[in-house]
């Protein structure tokens, strides 16, 4: 199974994100409140809609319909400048749990509370988004509070993927490739990581 590399050009003109959750609900048959049990396994699942493109343009996204492979698309966070991220790695195996260590951040590089990020681990992307701002140290250290748990434990010195986060996972919701009199194409398909 491959990777299929989406393009990058043109951006999306909207972006819906999903969290495709695994945490647990309690609820007790006797009242009481509820409780929530939080889960390795929870993932994302992105929804792009595309600018209407002519049709010889939409071909270059035929990926989409590739039965079976992954596909890997940028993660937009329009209006956002992730700035110089340095080139950040995972600081030590074994980690797990709802953070992660990262060095080899620009010293100050400051990982804004919602900002996504990637992880290449074992020839596959992981997409996660801050808790919380993260600023790294004067050695270019941070730990990074993520709003879900880490699916897998990254090997030490994986690329973290910070200026240009992606999503790697099976297309879903695609809908018709419809070409109009105009012989224009709108697209709209969701990424959900598996």
Same mark, same amino acid.
């Given at each position: 199974?491959?990777?299929?590399?989406?393009?990058?050009?043109?951006?999306?003109?909207?972006?819906?994100?999903?969290?495709?959750?695994?945490?647990?609900?309690?609820a007790p048959?006797?009242?009481?409140?509820?409780?929530?049990?939080?889960?390795?396994?929870?993932?994302?699942a992105?929804?792009?809609?595309?600018?209407v493109?002519?049709?010889?343009?939409?071909?270059?996204?035929?990926?989409?319909?590739?039965?079976?492979?992954?596909?890997?698309?940028?993660?937009?966070?329009?209006?956002?400048?992730? !700035?110089?991220?340095? #080139? +950040? $790695?995972?600081?030590?195996?074994?980690? /797990?749990?709802?953070?992660?260590?990262?060095?080899?951040?620009?010293?100050?590089?400051?990982?804004?509370?919602?900002?996504?990020?990637?992880?290449?681990?074992?020839?596959?992307?992981?997409l996660?988004?801050?808790?919380?701002?993260?600023?790294?140290?004067?050695? !270019?250290?941070?730990? #990074? +509070? $993520?709003?879900?748990?880490l699916?897998? /434990?990254?090997?030490?010195?994986?690329?973290?993927?910070?200026?240009?986060?992606?999503?790697?996972?099976?297309?879903?919701?695609?809908?018709?490739?419809?070409?109009?009199?105009?012989r224009?194409?709108?697209?709209?398909?969701?990424?959900?990581?598996?």
């Amino acid at each position: 199974m491959a990777a299929l590399v989406l393009p990058i050009y043109p951006a999306p003109s909207w972006m819906g994100i999903d969290l495709v959750t695994s945490k647990n609900v309690l609820a007790p048959a006797y009242g009481d409140g509820e409780q929530e049990i939080a889960r390795k396994g929870s993932r994302y699942a992105l929804t792009f809609r595309m600018p209407v493109m002519p049709y010889f343009r939409s071909m270059e996204w035929d990926d989409l319909m590739a039965e079976g492979d992954t596909v890997v698309m940028k993660v937009h966070q329009p209006g956002f400048n992730t !700035g110089a991220p340095g #080139v +950040p $790695l995972v600081n030590g195996a074994g980690q /797990s749990g709802s953070s992660l260590i990262i060095d080899g951040l620009t010293p100050s590089y400051a990982i804004r509370k919602g900002q996504f990020l990637s992880v290449i681990t074992g020839g596959r992307r992981f997409l996660y988004r801050a808790r919380a701002t993260a600023t790294a140290n004067s050695s !270019g250290q941070a730990t #990074v +509070p $993520l709003r879900t748990m880490l699916r897998t /434990s990254p090997a030490d010195n994986s690329t973290v993927e910070i200026a240009q986060p992606m999503i790697e996972g099976f297309v879903r919701d695609l809908g018709e490739w419809a070409v109009g009199i105009d012989r224009l194409v709108g697209l709209q398909f969701t990424v959900r990581e598996r």
